[in-house]
């Protein structure tokens, strides 16, 4: 059911349709060395074949999986000789070229710059992680998207109504609803959505009148479960882990918990998750709720405790508990701050006073001397100076009036009063 030219593509509209820039540039044959870069099931390959059909060039296909150093050069060896010889330009597709190491790569680079081979490359992944930057310059990116429901419904009604390529002859009896239903599990791939079609269809015996009667529970057993599109080491895995944190940070409780089911039934490891809570309790809620980093930690201890799957009660009521806490990046903006102010200053040294005079020299040498201990005055406060002369009057930690955090900023304030009252009275 591959479609050969644009006029029997479905979807990708922002790219091929009417005066859209990717079909203009087909069109003119001035497409030059691309990256189609989208889902699954998209149309990534057939879009590269109508490409080079539309220019008339040779189509030579890799897999990034199976192929080496070796194959490339013997490729680009014969594109030259071809526009050398006849002007017969060459394109090279390259399925998963995220697969393909800094060498492969590097390999194609002269040959693109000089215009020897038409480089296409297609990957789910995101390339300006997985594409070294060189080749990555040269090159144009096309993002597709992932096929709409109706996309879906439209290739799907072609491949039962299509008596050449398609599965016509099998005599099918499908109704809507149970289209839409694979549609709607597809997840906007196009192959995931035929091949679930087509496997339906072969496993199904026709009845009395020659009609194979597909139903939705005949879809259920031929899917038995429905997979979750996910790469722990791709962009799928750090775009999840985000809307996680965002959603946390944003104290929307539901979403919180779909991200985590989602990365959880991925199987996304769970000690992860629970480390990014621990971070995410003193990054966005901090002093506001301090009780919100001894739950992320346990929550972690129970995993290890527990195992999996036992162990997602543990993550989901983490979840709920950092969601719905009090927020606040003040601890977050605090730390930035001072270390921002170390490599501005450098390491100053520590006052005298506060050093601990461990040794004889030491002392002599005024380690420790004149230091004030807390605890002998009343309040447990005494003025004195705790940080080095250059950074007196800087400021890192400024409380928000959320959660307990509103607590703190009290507490300092009264601190802050009580040593103004014993710098005017001179009183230690």
Not at 14 to 34: D, F, T, W
Not at 54 to 83: C, N
Not at 168 to 189: E, M, P, V
């Amino acid at each position: 059911m591959r479609p050969v030219d644009l006029d029997e593509f479905v979807g990708q509209k922002h790219l091929l349709g009417e005066n859209n820039i990717l079909r203009k540039a087909i069109n003119e044959n001035s497409v030059g060395s691309i990256i189609l870069w989208g889902p699954p099931g998209s149309g990534k390959t057939t879009l590269a074949k109508i490409i080079c059909k539309r220019t008339d060039s040779l189509f030579v296909e890799y897999s990034a999986v199976t192929s080496g150093i070796k194959e490339i050069k013997e490729v680009i060896k014969k594109a030259k000789y071809l526009l050398e010889s006849k002007g017969k330009k060459t394109v090279i597709f390259i399925d998963e070229i995220h697969r393909f190491n800094k060498a492969q790569q590097d390999a194609f680079l002269p040959y693109v710059e000089k215009g020897i081979i038409t480089l296409i490359g297609a990957t789910t992944e995101n390339p300006s992680f997985e594409v070294i930057a060189p080749l990555l310059s040269r090159m144009r990116i096309y993002t597709l998207k992932p096929l709409s429901k109706s996309e879906i419904l439209e290739i799907l009604k072609k491949a039962i109504n299509d008596s050449e390529k398609g599965i016509a002859k099998l005599n099918l009896q499908i109704d809507d609803n149970t289209l839409s239903y694979i549609a709607s599990l597809s997840n906007g791939d196009a192959r995931m959505a035929l091949n679930t079609l087509e496997a339906a269809a072969l496993s199904e015996k026709p009845d009395k009148d020659g009609k194979r009667i597909i139903s939705q529970a005949l879809i259920k057993e031929v899917l038995q479960s429905k997979s979750i599109v996910y790469d722990k080491d791709g962009e799928e895995h750090y775009n999840l882990i985000s809307a996680f944190h965002k959603s946390l940070r944003g104290s929307d409780v539901n979403a919180s918990l779909y991200w985590l089911a989602r990365m959880l039934e991925a199987g996304e490891d769970p000690l992860y998750i629970a480390r990014r809570m621990v971070r995410f309790a003193s990054e966005d809620i901090g002093n506001a709720d301090p009780q919100a980093l001894t739950v992320a930690l346990n929550s972690k201890s129970a995993v290890e405790f527990i195992g999996m799957p036992e162990g997602d009660l543990a993550l989901a009521q983490a979840a709920i508990y950092l969601a719905t806490a009090p927020k606040s990046n003040a601890t977050y903006k605090a730390y930035l701050s001072a270390k921002e102010k170390v490599k501005e200053k450098g390491y100053l040294p520590v006052p005298l006073h506060l050093r601990n005079p461990v040794t004889d020299i030491m002392r002599k040498e005024g380690y420790g001397s004149g230091y004030k201990y807390p605890h002998n005055y009343k309040n447990a406060i005494v003025n004195q100076k705790y940080i080095p002369e250059e950074l007196e009057g800087e400021n890192f930690y400024i409380p928000s009036n959320r959660g307990f955090e509103k607590t703190i900023a009290e507490r300092i304030s009264y601190w802050k009063k009580k040593l103004k009252e014993m710098n005017k009275g001179n009183n230690d």
